[in-house]
């Protein structure tokens, strides 16, 4: 397998898989949703993206939420964990990916789209849970992580333009008082 820089693995044949663009994809969701609110375009809601991952490599401790166990060993020395915003890149196999859009003051999922075997890792503690249920979970914390980080850049970059309109509209006044004066 060999990755081409931009998140596109391609396999010995020569056939792109494509589990690097699980990750753009979230990120693209989130972009838009900045531009959308950035442009003052008025919305019910930041639409954030987010991803989570079974991925399965050499064992080691979990990466991702140890005191859960979504960690299973399969006996020949190689483990299986759920982690959210996975780089193919740093792990030896990607078993399934599962990209959300969410809106959160709703609570609701706008898009899923899940590529791999979903199954569950057997040696969780939530056994209840299908594998489908653990990712979406995972990548809604993702998308709800990445939401914080989007709304603290549109307050900061809402103060800018406030501050930037301030600015204009003192320089305006002060223009059409000398105008006045002359």
């Known amino acids: 397998m060999e990755d081409d820089g931009r998140g596109i693995t391609r396999s010995d044949d020569g056939h792109a898989n494509g589990w690097g663009l699980m990750s753009i994809l979230s990120g693209c969701i989130t972009v838009a949703s900045a531009a959308i609110a950035d442009a ?15 991925v399965r490599q050499p064992n080691q401790i979990p990466l991702q939420h140890p005191q859960d166990s979504n960690f299973k060993s399969d006996g ?9 915003d996975p780089d193919p ?4 196999e990607m078993v399934a990916a ?40 995972q990548a809604i914390e993702a998308a709800s992580s990445a939401r914080r980080v989007l709304t603290e850049a549109i307050l900061e970059s809402t103060e800018f333009k406030i501050q930037r309109s301030k600015a204009n509209a003192q320089s305006l006044i002060e223009t059409k008082m000398q105008q006045k004066a002359i």
């Open 89 to 92: 890149a740093e792990h030896q």
């Open 76 to 84: 020949a020395g190689t483990s299986t964990s759920i982690i959210v």
């Open 40 to 54: 003052g375009i008025d919305c019910i809601d930041l639409v954030t993206g987010g991803v989570a991952a079974i």
């Open 98 to 137: 599962c990209v959300v859009g969410y809106l959160q003051s709703r609570d609701e999922l706008t898009e899923i789209w899940v590529k791999g075997d979903i199954s569950r890792p057997s040696n969780t503690r939530r056994s209840e849970h299908s594998g489908l249920e653990l990712l979406i979970d």
